[in-house]
């Protein structure tokens, strides 16, 4: 019986594209283990430079549910509020429940001796309080990217302190977009246009927002460090409201759990000289880039829990002394209007380098990347 002459060529074919396939899939192994490699130290970074000394661990402590539930539900309820204009209803409508008064005690009184449970279940409850707020603040609420988006939900407040307080921010805009052009560099004109309209009116929004408090908390009788911890919500609700607003016009998802956690992040650094910041921008990039790998999120819930405590102490200690400026006779007030609004602002600006598309990254017209938005 005769072979075919063509049976050597069939076979040396074969092998070819067998080992092809075969190097193509190694390489595509290796390429992905490389991505995790990378991912895991980038978060090992960050873990280091939030406080190199931290403590916090999983130690399989966990809230009783109906207290996490307490927990859950007045925080939501403070937010929307906040965010929604309404600030002036949150001490009418919703007294601080018994947990909320204990974590306040603990943070004013942050240094005294606790024992390493009693510091999880109050590190535990920050947590609580940063994701129900990172969950609630865009809820059936648009991104504040126009007048329009932005009008049926301003805090109503003094309208010369309004209006100083937008000369302020627009003024530092303008300074900002002559001499800080390395801060986003994109050519996406679309992504620079909104993410400045919603910086402006959340930094707004922030200043009115506390003005409102301060006045209003006068006549309730919760005491200095509730009112000032009612303030550091009210904040932190507007800054993550403008932060998920900025982060989705780069075309990310905001439930992602690497976008949570470079939310929190952008809060906690001090400013994008900051090395925290500068780490955080090489995740946000490898995110933007579709490079984080399917991983565990377990070191993402360690490094949330490490920076929950921290932001929330720093958002205190920021709120007392813009609560201190207050009192200055006269100029009082509007210094701590234009104190809380420029803080915001410089949150903003964070946000606004974090999440900068790179050229590398085909960007989308990305003002169709929210349902919340309009377009002007």
Known sequence: MAV????PLYFFTLIFLVTFVITENLLVIASEQNKESE??????????????????????INIDPEISTELREWIAGVT????????SSVFEELEPPREIIE??????????RRKDQEKEIDVLKANIIL????DTVDRDLPYFRSEEDFSPYAPRYSPLQTILSSIVIRSQQTIDTYLSTSICTTTNETFHRLADKSIFYNSLSSGLSSSILTHDSKNFGFGKKTNVFVDTISTLSIQIHMIKSVASLANLDTNDDTVRTLVYLCIASNGIKNPLTKTARELAMMTMQRMVPNIPTSALKIINKQISMKLIEKKEGEEEFVNWVSTIPFAGKLAMFVCDSMA????GKTAKYLFCPSEKIRTEDTSKSSPNNNEL
Do not use: A, M, P
């Open 39 to 60: 991912y895991l130290q980038l978060l090992e970074r960050i873990k280091t430079e939030i406080e190199e000394n931290s403590s916090i661990q999983n130690g399989g």
């Open 344 to 347: 915001t602002y410089g949150v």
């Open 103 to 112: 974590l306040i005690n603990y943070i004013d009184n942050s240094g005294t």
């Open 4 to 7: 075919s002459t063509h049976f």
């Open 131 to 134: 994701d129900t707020i990172y």
């Open 80 to 87: 929307k509020l906040c965010i929604s204009g309404k600030v």
